[in-house]
């Protein structure tokens, strides 16, 4: 009987079995690309193996299989127990479930696993006949965690050397990043001299160093470059919108670090908080405040912000008001001041001393005096008050007074009483006794 009309099998109402060819004592060879076993799943699990055959890869084979097991199983009825029907001339079998062809035995199959045709037949319908058998939940359970496991430590094995040539790459692309780290860091400190240079030009370097490397460490593990740079072309811009204020912290950190406003240790005034830098990120700017306080402010929130920065020079003005009496001399005043302040070591050299009349109050001539301290916050204050003390007791030793405000008061002519207080008024007169 012609191979092709065992396909269509009338008798039995089965559906076309697999295509295949006359069986042939000598193995096929697969063209390019083709797979000389494939796996019979039942439910995900693998059963056995199957052979490609003339005309028909194993892959292509195996899918038609597992196509028709998958519409069996889908069915709400458990389907009957697989036969199989052998062939007189012992050249093929059937496996038919249900009235329905499975799959056929070649007797190429049982030259390939080393068995007789009836053998290999009988032992892959009991392999059916138990895998279409529901277990019990947690028998299923433990054997899909049991295949899962098998699976991934075969993957694993497979492509072990795959993953330990991305971790030498790994391990190389951080000893060099490092390095690069390190001479940019280097480089910076012997060129710019600033801090703050050297962290922005030392991580730019280190991430460079980093996305190069795990380009070449993906390229190992087997993702081409082109896949990767297409799925990140198609996530950018969700990932653009979903990470937008961190990217915008991290720009605003380059351009912070890049245009240096501040470097570390500086004391700034920050919109509303004063203190010194003690950390420049690239995502966040750290402050401590006056009072012990750290602050971890947003670069992005930085970079909008005005910034005030108290010690980008060595020295600043400070100032107090002094308030003398009008019929003290003015002139001798300014200069008592200045001979009294300028000899103290606390005042910037080489800067003027100024004595301004500011204001003409209502019992006071105010002075206001300027001079330069260490633009240092604890130096600023303290140079203040001994200014201010200096001044103090200067003016009180050459007898300037320095008097608080005084206040007038002028009562008009005395508005009459109302009836009711004048009589209260005499009541407790006659009440008084007699001097």
Do not use: C
């Not at 990140?232 to 720009?251: E, H, M, P, Q, R």
Request: cysteine-free.
């Amino acid at each position: 009987m012609p191979t092709a009309s065992i396909a269509q099998d009338t008798e039995m109402g089965a559906e076309s079995v697999e295509p295949f060819a006359t069986p042939s004592a000598a193995p096929t060879s697969p063209s390019e690309g083709d797979f000389y076993f494939a796996d019979i799943l039942v439910r995900g699990r693998p059963l056995f193996q199957i052979g490609g055959l003339t005309g028909i890869d194993a892959q292509e084979r195996a899918a038609t299989i597992n196509r028709r097991i998958t519409s069996l199983l889908m069915s709400n009825d458990q389907p009957d127990m697989v036969t199989a029907r052998i062939d007189p001339s012992e050249q093929w079998a059937i496996l038919t479930v249900n009235n329905r062809a499975l799959m056929t035995v070649t007797q190429q199959d049982a030259d390939d696993f080393g068995l007789t045709l009836e053998a290999l037949a009988k032992k892959w319908a009991e392999r059916l006949n138990a895998a279409f058998e529901k277990p019990p939940l947690w028998i299923d359970v433990a054997e899909r965690i049991e295949i899962t496991i098998r699976q991934l430590a075969r993957d694993t094995l497979d492509k072990l050397p795959a993953i330990l040539g991305a971790l030498v790459v790994a391990l190389i692309t951080w000893g060099f990043a490092s390095s690069v780290r390190y001479a940019a860091s280097t480089w910076a400190q012997q060129t710019e001299g600033d801090r703050s240079t050297e962290i922005l030009i030392g991580r730019l370097g280190y991430g460079a160093v980093w996305v190069f490397g795990a380009v070449v460490a993906l390229g190992v593990l087997g993702l081409e470059l082109g896949a990767l740079l297409g799925a990140f072309g198609l996530t950018s811009v969700a990932i653009g919108f979903s990470l937008k204020d961190v990217l915008s912290n991290y720009i605003s950190g380059v351009v912070l670090l890049s245009a240096r406003p501040f470097r570390l240790g500086d004391q700034v005034v920050i919109d509303s908080y004063e203190g010194t830098i003690t950390q420049i990120q690239l995502r966040a700017t750290t402050l401590q405040t006056y009072d012990g306080r750290t602050v971890y402010i947003p670069n992005q929130e930085v970079f909008q912000a005005s910034i005030t920065n108290n010690t980008a020079s060595p020295s600043r003005r400070s100032s107090i008001m002094v308030g003398i009496d009008y019929d003290a001399n003015i002139s001798e005043t300014k200069q008592v001041i200045e001979t009294a302040i300028r000899v103290l070591p606390e005042i910037a050299s080489g800067r003027p001393i100024d004595v301004l009349v500011k204001d003409l109050a209502a019992s006071t001539v105010n002075l206001e005096v300027r001079f330069w301290v260490s633009s240092q916050r604890g130096e600023f204050l303290e140079t203040t008050s001994i200014v201010s003390q200096t001044i103090k007791e200067a003016l009180q030793a050459a007898q300037i007074e320095m008097p608080t405000e005084i206040y007038t008061l002028s009562f008009r002519n005395e508005m009459p009483l109302p009836e009711h207080f004048k009589r209260n008024r005499d009541h407790h007169q006659e009440r008084e006794p007699a001097s």
